[in-house]
């Protein structure tokens, strides 16, 4: 199996966001004898207490997070990158800090002393589909300044974007769904008691806030369960970005026990859910006094983590005339793909040249969702079609997942044309007292093209004789128009029988849509005598 699959060539597809708290709380791990996608040894990510890869099939930390400091994500939908903490920074204060309370009572500083087993150092997360399951599954990691004690960690994925703010509060609030994972090793033990917690804020199993999907040890090399699980390096191991240990001053390797990972199937997580899995915005890291779910939470480590992706893709036709011949209509297909892990909501996409925004009724799954429209112009064209589609996590919440996409509109093929008849007559008229011989010129021009004419001139030569025109102002699609002149013949013949009169018509017409390019047509030579037939008197 290749190592790096790409991530586009995934099955990207997952149902879900929003988790009924009925749902949420129904949610049990998968009975003994039921198929679950491991998170453990899929292939996905080598959860084997170091954080670099080795000969098995999947990425590590180091594929995941290298080069410092964004990383280029390995296999990875999407990832954190190495967020450092530095000793004693960014701490939680107050007795509102717990894991059961809602984030608006949450309060932290900027440093302050924290206990060293409680000091992270640096914290990171990543998100991958399996492509067989189309399961979503995070992987999570810290590493600790000091390993002497218990050890209480914690993982939340926030559905909202969660920062913190100036003045010591944070920004953002709990959403039902969001997802805690809590990892604690007593007496430096190496098997970890690992919980999954679900946030549903009324109702919970735990102080009214949480609902327990699992709890029990669940180490990832003597996997128990598949679901979720975690391990820790019981041995020195290779760090492949900056850690200081407790008592060091240079950079070193991770101590045993210092480094911790795990991974959250969140599909199964979610399989009881209304809904599915929900969109996660947000990570965080954190250390707790205790195994207590109320505990004073100690150290943080937050970042974005929009393990959401939306993707639009859009088509172009070719620009056709409109039924009146008088614009052009270009027909376009836009299609919105889920690509992330998770239900989307207020999912919104914007055509430029149609001018419209359009949000989808219903929240974005494993389905994609097509959207043909159109739009006219007088013009024909080419066009460059922009468009784009925004979605959040939560129905209302702020933009999580964006792209955009360009198609051109080819310009629509014309084929203006015009044609003219002519015929003649001649007639005798009394002009100063003299009788002369006039000629006179007629006969139709049509417009026998798609598009409408306009400016239209027909011009006859009038054989040697001074020309003539006349002027049509405009000619719809297969309509037709007389025009008529008056010759002043200059040819004569001896013989008045046989003197004659030959003269050609043209017309030159100007298209009023796409290609404005004058077209042109001549008539056959006509000829007539010039001398009226005789007539017999009645």
């Keep these: 199996m290749d190592k790096r699959r790409g991530r586009r060539a995934r099955s990207m597809a997952l149902a879900g966001c929003m988790l009924a708290l009925a749902a949420c709380s129904a949610a049990e791990p998968a009975p003994v004898g039921v198929a679950v996608e491991s998170v453990h040894d899929e292939g996905l990510f080598e959860l084997d ?38 000793s004693g920074q960014t701490i939680f204060r107050g007795g509102g800090s717990k894991d059961d309370l809602d984030i608006t009572g949450w309060r932290h500083r900027a440093s302050g002393p924290v206990p060293d087993k409680d000091d ?59 997802l805690l994972v809590q990892i604690d090793y007593s007496n430096g033990g190496t098997v970890p008691n690992v919980r999954v917690l ?12 949480l609902d327990v999907f699992f709890e029990g040890s669940a180490d990832c090399l003597s996997p128990s369960q598949d679901t979720v699980c975690a391990t820790t390096n019981v041995v020195e191991a290779a760090s492949p970005w900056t850690y200081v240990q407790k008592g060091e ?8 026990l210092s480094f911790v990972e795990g991974g959250v199937n969140i599909s199964e997580v979610f399989a009881g859910a209304e809904n599915g899995a929900p969109c996660f915005s947000s990570f965080m890291a954190t250390t707790r006094a205790s195994t207590s779910v109320d505990a004073v939470l100690k150290d943080w480590v937050l970042g974005a983590f929009e393990a ?23 027909d376009y297909h836009i299609t919105v793909t889920n690509i992330g892990g998770g239900l989307l909501h207020d999912v919104t996409i914007t055509d430029d040249l149609a001018g419209t925004t359009t949000t989808l009724e219903d929240p974005l799954g494993a389905t994609p969702v097509t959207i043909d429209g159109s739009f006219e112009s007088a013009e024909n064209g080419p066009f460059t079609n922009t468009a784009s589609v925004t979605a959040a996590a939560v129905p209302g919440g702020e933009v999580v997942a964006e792209d955009e996409t360009s198609d051109v509109c080819e310009a629509a093929d014309t084929n203006p044309a015009v044609t003219v008849s002519k015929v003649c007559e001649p007639r005798l008229a009394e002009i100063g007292g003299q009788v002369v011989v006039l000629i006179d010129g007629s006969g139709q021009v049509c417009n026998t093209g798609d598009v409408p004419l306009a400016g239209i001139t027909v011009t006859d030569d009038c054989g040697s004789g001074p020309s003539q025109t006349d002027t049509i102002a405009s000619l719809a699609v297969g309509a037709c ?23 050609t018509a043209s017309v030159t017409a100007t298209p009023t849509v796409g290609d404005t390019t004058p077209v042109t047509d001549s008539s056959d030579l006509a000829t007539c005598a010039l001398c009226p037939e005789p007539t017999t008197p009645g």
Aim: hydrophobic share 35%; charged share 25%.
């Design 49 to 86: 207490r170091n954080a670099v890869g080795g000969a098995e099939d999947g990425d590590d930390w180091d594929d995941v997070n290298l080069p410092l400091p964004g990383g280029d994500g390995g296999d990875a939908f999407d990832h954190t990158g190495v967020l450092p903490d530095g």
């Design 120 to 178: 992270i150092t640096n914290a990171y997360a990543a998100a991958y589909i399996d492509e067989d399951s189309g399961d979503t599954i995070l992987y999570f990691g810290m590493d600790r300044v000091d390993t002497a004690g218990d050890a209480n960690m914690g993982f939340w994925f926030f559905q909202q974007s969660v920062t913190a703010n100036a003045d010591g509060t944070f920004d953002g609030e709990h959403t039902v769904g969001d």
């Design 198 to 209: 679900v946030w549903v804020g009324t109702g919970g199993e735990i102080n009214g806030t």
């Design 249 to 256: 001053t240079a950079d070193g390797p991770f101590p045993p």
């Design 308 to 330: 959401c992706g939306i993707e639009i893709t859009k088509t172009c036709d070719q620009g056709r005339l409109n039924e009146a011949g008088t614009g052009f209509v270009f």
């Design 481 to 503: 128009a007389d025009w008529e002149v008056t010759c002043t013949p200059s040819e004569s013949n001896a013989d008045p029988e046989l003197a004659e009169f030959s003269d």
